[in-house]
């Protein structure tokens, strides 16, 4: 029997789901309520006891929680934070076993499914992928983002979830992707903190959704605080539904949201509200935002310290009141839904599952630790039994025994101080102690550090290799030219390819790369946004974890700084962080180096190289060369950013006949031009340059040999530096970027990586930008990047150290 709410039987609201507002659905909303209140107790004194190392919980949130999980159907999405846990044991998306799991740190993904033990508690996620790397239906599924710890950084990827579902509702050609979508009927689900909505990228999303009108359901979760920080101080009028009802849509305006406020102790209110809101979502795709005012946080922020530090004896009065599991026992009594005793028989039951559940999670961690620990002390015991220092070892074994809850990296510490112990001794048993930690490290290695990049099949350094073709009378184009008919093929063979960017659609971007690509392919494929560079971003990784393939435009290189932190955050991490459970191969299209003035000639390549390891970064000399990246990404799973030079795009190029189907294979230098007195290592930009420096060195009788590393991430996979200062024994690393910056990490690579030092008969040099942001003008260009002259002469410098008397020094 359906049971009345707030006077109205909501059941009607879900005709697909009969068992709505039963008792028995009540009941179970309350006990998984219940369990996770005590999930978040228990843990908490799992980091008291030291058995776990840090502890945030979803204490406070429970009954809005379960609320929301009812608005949910198979094939909605969450992009979320850390206070979700209730959320997603009421859909189905995660245990108590997985969540004390996740609390210990274990590493393995059977048992902590959203991320082996690689992210902090509260971070989930689901899986999405299959082990063939490719997409589950996603249909079938209630699914969740994974989580990261920046507050707000859920937002970009959440409009990206949900703009998902307006493309497959409003792009005919992808109705038959009937695995990823049923007509665009999905509903992304967001959640955020109260203090959160202070971050910059919180109101970039929420106006994005807006302008875009996309079906995104968006729940702050408002106790009032962020840590110790109250609403007044993070929020104008500290009232967000006050701020926000600007977004409100209205009659007459075809964009804007449904804002709703509920208090969060409200179960039948909450229950409303989420079921009308998201009717209403899914239908029109009419983004909604429900603010859940008056919640509480009985344990505070974290395990990090108390919130009596900074909450007063009201409030925390206040907060045991409008506790909403006590508000929601209550109502459930006063309704006549069940007795007390029958509450307190299902609570002790909830307490007594919860308990077992933490129990089994923490053998399930511990034993094989333990198995390890005594292996260990099974080898160190036969190690101080040969030992002439029998007893020091033993001492060492004895110390490792006595660990309450030892981790790996004790027995590691254990077996390093023995063998410095018997160091100069020829042990058996000290062998098989080498032999055991090599052992562990390979497994550790493979716990910790496998799937920074794809593996599967589709892996962008699998991609068969397409050479361009030319036809004898091939045409001279424009560079833009050149990348336009690469789109244009791209966006012929990819029906699932969607540009995106500022000034991409109309125009075809400000360098005409796509110009007349939306006419022909409509306004959705090559498509305009907003100046929003870090929710472009993030459009465009929700879209690409959906199974679509966008390729998003940073209109500049140097605005990459706004959206930098997404990537890095994000975009990068996604792969790893679920241990391939998840994938955006998004490809990040912009173009820099050269151009004028200090906010549109950066060349910030080790900034980006260093905070965006996950992703593969091009650095095509031209726009031919970028068209065969875009070909190899746009057949790959992995993320990318292609940075074509700005300079190129009216320079003359020839066409391949087969700009559709050339791939170039990412990670192998070109030798732009043989020679054999000096190595010249460039890309980008620098590599004209370096071929202008090159003919006034042949006239002065240097030789010098040119590659251009056409990526720096992966960086020249076959060692063809190595072989060229096999050749040459000098090197020049050429580039825009500040000294030290790519430069230093292209150096790194030779010496450390490939070995070169051996090969060198002079001191490796580096010419790159200056320290300061390159001024304007050409002149200021010419004196704050390498140019053909400076090129010349510190060549040339290095083959007057080598042979003076051959070349002399004639400029100064
Ligand atoms: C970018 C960033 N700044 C600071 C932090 C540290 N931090 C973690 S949670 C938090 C408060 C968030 O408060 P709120 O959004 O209200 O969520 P709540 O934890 O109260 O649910 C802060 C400052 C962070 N994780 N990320």
């Not at 089994?360 to 190690?383: F, K």
């Not at 100069?424 to 550790?444: V, Y």
């Amino acid at each position: 029997m359906a049971i009345p709410l707030t006077g109205r039987d909501t059941s009607s609201l879900d005709q697909s789901n009969p068992e709505q507002f039963t008792k028995d659905s009540i009941l179970r909303d309350y006990r998984i309520a219940f369990e996770s209140r005590e999930a978040s107790l228990i843990g908490e004194k799992q980091v008291f006891t030291g058995k776990a190392k840090f502890g945030i919980f979803g204490a406070g949130k429970e009954v809005a929680q379960v609320a929301l999980a009812r608005a949910f159907r198979r094939g909605d999405i969450r992009s979320g934070y850390y206070r979700d846990q209730t959320l997603l044991f009421a859909l189905g998306l995660l245990t108590l076993e997985e969540f004390f799991a996740q609390l210990y740190a274990t590493p393995d993904i059977t048992l902590e499914p959203s991320s082996a033990g690689r992210s902090m508690t509260g971070h989930f996620s689901s899986t999405l992928l299959g082990p063939d790397g490719r997409l589950l239906d996603l249909t079938q599924r209630i699914s969740t983002s994974s989580d990261v710890s920046p507050t707000g950084s859920q937002m970009p990827r959440l409009v990206g979830l949900a703009y998902a579902s307006k493309l497959f509702r409003e792009i005919p050609d992808l109705h038959g992707l009937t695995g990823l979508s049923r007509n665009g009927d999905e509903v992304a689900f967001g959640t955020i903190g109260n203090a959160s909505c202070a971050e910059g990228m919180f109101w970039e999303a929420v106006n994005a959704a807006g302008v875009l009108g996309i079906p995104m359901l968006l729940s702050i979760w408002d106790d009032h605080y962020g840590i110790s920080v109250p609403n007044e101080v993070q929020i104008t009028k500290g009232d967000l539904s006050a701020v926000l009802s600007g977004f409100r849509r209205t009659p007459d305006s075809r964009q804007g949201y449904d804002l709703y406020t509920v208090q969060g102790w409200d179960y039948p209110g909450l229950c409303e509200t989420y079921l009308n809101a998201a009717e209403i979502v899914r239908k029109e795709h009419v983004p909604a935002i429900v603010h859940v005012t008056e919640m509480t946080q009985p344990q505070g922020h974290s395990t990090s310290g108390s919130h009596r530090r900074y909450k007063s004896a009201e409030r925390l009065a206040w907060e045991e009141e409008h506790d909403g599991l006590r508000k929601m026992r209550d109502w459930i009594v006063t309704q006549g839904i069940c007795s007390a005793e029958e509450l307190d028989k299902l609570e002790k039951s909830a307490a007594a599952y919860a308990r077992e559940a933490q129990q089994s999670a923490w053998e399930a961690y511990s034993a094989p630790i333990e198995a390890e620990r005594r292996t260990v002390l099974a080898l160190t015991a036969e190690v101080a039994a040969a030992s002439r220092r029998g007893a020091e070892v033993e001492k060492i074994g004895q110390e490792l025994q006595k660990i309450q809850a030892p981790l790996r990296r004790d027995l590691m510490a254990s077996i390093s101080s023995t063998l410095i112990a018997t160091a100069g001794e020829e042990i058996p048993a000290a062998r098989r102690l080498i032999a055991w930690r090599g052992e562990q490290d390979r497994i550790n290695q493979e716990r910790y550090s496998t799937d920074v990049y794809s593996d599967t099949p589709r892996s962008a350094l699998k991609v068969p290799v397409v050479p361009a073709v030319y036809a004898p009378d091939a045409p001279e184009k424009n560079g833009f030219e050149v990348i336009n008919a690469c789109f244009d093929a791209a966006l012929r063979h990819h029906p699932d390819l969607i540009a995106l960017g500022e000034d991409v659609g109309k125009i075809g971007d400000v360098n005409q790369g796509f110009a007349g690509l939306q006419a022909k392919y409509g306004p959705l494929r090559v498509t305009d946004t907003g100046i929003r560079e870090t929710t472009i971003m993030g459009q465009a990784i929700g879209m690409a974890m959906r199974g679509l393939r966008p390729v998003a435009e940073i209109q500049y290189l140097d605005y990459i700084l706004y959206a930098l932190q997404i990537l890095s955050d994000d975009l990068a991490t996604v792969r790893w962080r679920t241990k391939s459970q998840q994938a955006a191969p998004v490809i990040v299209r912009t173009r820099g180096h050269r151009l004028e003035g200090i906010w549109h000639s950066g060349s910030l390549m080790a900034g980006i190289i260093h905070l965006v390891r996950g992703m593969y970064v091009c650095v095509p000399r031209n726009l031919t060369q970028a068209s065969g990246m875009y070909n190899t990404l746009l057949q790959s799973d992995d993320p990318a950013i292609v940075v074509e030079v700005l300079n190129g795009y009216r320079l003359k190029e020839k066409l391949p006949a087969n700009i559709g189907e050339m791939t170039v294979p990412l990670g192998v230098p070109d030798v732009l031009r043989e020679g054999s007195h000096v190595t010249v290592v460039t890309y980008g930009a620098c590599c004209r340059i370096a071929l202008e420096a090159a003919e006034r060195l042949a006239q002065v009788g240097i030789d010098t040999e040119i590659l251009d590393v056409q990526t720096l991430l992966p960086f020249d996979r076959p060692g063809r530096i190595l072989e060229s200062l096999k050749k040459t024994n000098r090197v020049l690393f050429l580039d825009e970027d500040v000294p030290g910056g790519a430069s230093a990490f292209m150096l790194r690579e030779l010496l450390e990586v490939q070995g070169g030092f051996a090969w060198l008969d002079a001191a490796p040099r580096t010419l790159t930008g200056k320290e300061h942001r390159p001024a304007y003008g050409s002149d200021g260009d010419y004196w704050s990047k390498p140019n053909r002259e400076t090129v010349f002469e510190a060549v040339y410098e290095m083959m007057h150290e080598a042979d003076p008397r051959r070349f002399p020094l004639f400029f100064r």
